[in-house]
């Protein structure tokens, strides 16, 4: 294990139960070896015992600080010669990545992981922090994309409403919406939420709630109908915007938050509006697009980089042990963006 490696742990928003995780470190790998004279020889294989080829491992002297380094060949083996009797710092290095790189994976809850580097993604960090690798240029930031453009389809003069829209993937959603022609209004809990989706994140309306008539502002905002709706809370929201769908509506269920911790789920009461409006409701899941990652990373990327998109992350600090505390506030609606976990050692 490759001491000092950090990582940030996310609350994740697009899809209930997923936990997505920054390591900030160079994989690492297993190694078998044995002594024949003056050298050291083996093999190198990763987390499933399959052998890695081109591997580099490094072997530092503690006491000369002399080091030497030998490479796997294409079956993984390698071959250490004339290493002086001594205690040696054994370094195994893979080869698609080099110390100090930031990487982002799906691990779990926990400080350090050990990877065979795939499905581990090398961070370009001179285009944004690592942390904007889990919220506009991560898998929220995929939700929102694929939800509107896959799913929802929206076009140009369109209005998209959607719900917890200061969170994580109803940030980007809107801004989305905004860059491809469309209206966007976002609904949200409390002023200083609604604030931040008009001066910060571009919403042409927000509503507040906690304190409006949803459906009177909905009329207000959206006269002619709602084109899109993403849901991202359920409920008793989700029920006042199937009142106001336009023909031909389509309404995406990404999220039901409101409803995770209830003792009794609450379905949608009036979704025969979906037969009057002649509308559509579609439940998505983002691991359906994983093949399509990297086209919409680079789309994200783009648009980030242009100033399209802006990325807002809520970033608590504290332990491991305060993971449970943290994704709380995620149900209780305290996070303004992506809620992140910053793990205090790092």
């Known amino acids: 294990m490759i001491p000092n490696c950090r990582s940030f742990a996310a609350a994740c928003n697009a899809v209930a139960g997923t936990l997505c995780f920054l390591l900030l470190c160079v994989p690492t790998a297993g190694a078998q070896a044995s002594r024949v004279g003056a050298a050291l020889e083996g093999t190198v294989s990763d987390s499933s015992s399959a052998r890695i080829p081109q591997a580099a491992i490094t072997f530092r002297n503690t006491e000369t600080n002399q080091s030497r380094v030998a490479t796997t060949d294409g079956q993984g083996f390698f071959r250490a010669d004339e290493l002086a009797v001594g205690t040696y710092e054994v370094r195994l290095e893979h080869p698609g990545f080099a110390p100090g790189d930031c990487v982002y994976g799906v691990f779990g809850v ?90 910060k994140f571009g919403f042409d309306a927000a509503i507040d709630y906690k304190t409006e008539n949803l459906r009177r502002a909905l009329r207000e905002h959206a006269p002619g109908g709602v084109d899109v709706y993403l849901d991202n809370v359920g409920g008793d929201v989700l029920d006042a915007v199937l009142t106001r769908l336009a023909r031909g509506a389509r309404v995406i269920i990404c999220g039901a938050v409101s409803q995770y911790n209830a003792d009794r789920v609450q379905g ?29 990373t680079a789309d994200l990327a783009r648009w980030f980089r242009d100033g399209q998109i802006v990325s807002r992350e809520h970033i608590v600090r504290g332990g491991v042990g305060d993971f449970p505390e943290a994704l709380l506030k995620l149900f209780a609606g305290e996070n303004t963006g992506k809620l992140i976990l910053a793990l205090d050692n790092g």
């Not at 994309?145 to 409403?161: M, P």
């Open 110 to 199: 926990q400080e350090y992981a050990v990877s065979d580097g795939s499905d581990v993604l090398k961070l370009d960090t001179a285009l944004a922090p690592p942390t904007t690798y889990l919220g506009a240029l991560g898998m929220t930031g995929l939700t929102a994309y694929f939800a509107l453009l896959d799913v929802g389809k929206i076009r140009a003069g369109e209005t998209v409403v959607i719900s917890g829209a200061a969170g994580a993937v109803g940030s980007l959603a809107g801004q989305i919406a905004k860059l491809k022609g469309c209206r966007a209004i976002g609904i949200a809990g409390g002023q200083e939420k609604c604030s931040a989706l008009v001066q």
């Open 268 to 296: 949608p009461a009036n979704y025969l509006m979906l037969l009057v409006a002649r509308a559509s409701m579609t439940g998505m899941v983002i691991f359906d697009y994983q093949d399509r990652f990297p086209q919409a």
